[in-house]
């Protein structure tokens, strides 16, 4: 054969495996963004399966007290662009203006943070809003923003709250209070300029960012390195809807924050790592802030390990700032 004949074949081989390469790169990005933020969609039932599983038997008498006498109700904002998001809400027996914002994890719903709920209602005597996040129990929506637009909606879910709960005051006195993804979006609200009712936040087991969660995942489950899948993806983020994953970090976000928040992780976090907890702690470097390590414990399970220790910090924390 031809030495010309031989460098063309070649060319065209090296031509050909490249483009095989990249067309197998583009689709993982495809399947990686589809993977990440398809919503499951898990049902009312399915969560309220998953939520006495996991809590204590104690909680499910409270629960079922709350269904029996129709104070476990739901509401709906429509926000442009977003549709219909709906939520969950506990009025207290008593007439305060004091508010609980509850924010869920990653592809759950609402019911998820009756744990929290029992901490703020029954203990507390709190008025609870549970928001849906988009793409999440019963609110509209085709995908996961990961907390990011979310804080948006979060924003108005609060003003919401806010309406419904303030009585006779000028305003509520309210806290935002989010685990995993919950915890992510609570800080990513910490960033913006917050209304004068929100008087502290708490955060249990949020990430940094997008990108440090989902590259922390994409090497534990499948063994593959950032570049190329993940800057690839999060470019098709951007183009499909409207952030990227280094945009969407609560790290920033809470470099701006100014109000006081509480730190909660579990020192056996593999999922968002434990290491997440002093990087976000650290960059809050204005307003008061506290940390509560739950020693043995994995992701998202501090109430559920420690409900004792767990409800007297959350306690002792709100009430240096809501009276």
């Not at 429509?78 to 998001?85: P, S």
């Not at 098709?236 to 730190?263: D, H, I, N």
């Not at 043995?296 to 009276?323: C, L, M, S, W």
Request: net charge neutral.
């Amino acid at each position: 054969m031809k030495p010309k004949r031989i460098k063309k074949i070649l060319t065209w081989s090296l031509v050909v495996t490249a483009l095989l390469a990249v067309g197998a790169i583009v689709a993982s990005s495809f399947y990686m963004l589809h993977f990440a933020l398809e919503p499951l969609r898990r049902s009312h039932h399915e969560a309220m399966e998953r939520f006495y599983k996991r809590e204590p038997a104690s909680l499910k008498v409270w629960v079922d007290s709350l269904e029996h006498c129709h104070a476990l109700r739901d509401t709906s904002i429509v926000i442009d662009g977003r549709g219909k998001l709906n939520a969950l809400y506990i009025r207290s027996d008593s007439s305060c203006n004091r508010v609980a914002v509850l924010l869920h994890g990653y592809n759950d719903r609402a019911e998820s943070m009756l744990h929290i709920a029992y901490i703020y209602h029954h203990e507390m005597g709190y008025n609870v809003m549970l928001p849906h996040f988009y793409g999440h129990g019963e609110s509209d929506g085709d995908h996961i923003d990961m907390g990011w637009n979310d804080r948006l909606d979060m924003l108005q879910w609060m003003q919401v709250a806010n309406d419904m709960f303030r009585g006779d005051s000028a305003q509520s006195q309210m806290v935002v209070h989010g685990i995993s993804m919950g915890a992510a979006t609570a800080m990513c609200i910490s960033g913006e300029q917050c209304p004068g009712y929100v008087k502290c936040f708490v955060e249990d087991c949020g990430y940094t960012s997008v990108w440090d969660e989902f590259g922390s995942e994409l090497r534990n489950q499948f063994g593959l390195p950032q570049f190329p899948l993940m800057h690839l993806t999060s470019a098709l983020c951007k183009l499909r809807y409207g952030w990227t994953f280094g945009q969407a970090s609560p790290l920033e976000q809470v470099k701006k924050s100014t109000l006081p928040m509480l730190f909660i992780h579990g020192d056996r976090d593999t999922f968002v790592p434990y290491h997440m907890l002093d990087e976000l702690y650290n960059a809050k470097t204005t307003g008061y802030k506290e940390k509560y390590i739950a020693h043995g414990t994995e992701h998202a399970r501090a109430y559920t390990d420690q409900p004792g220790e767990y409800t007297q910090r959350v306690k002792t924390f709100v009430n240096r700032f809501i009276k």
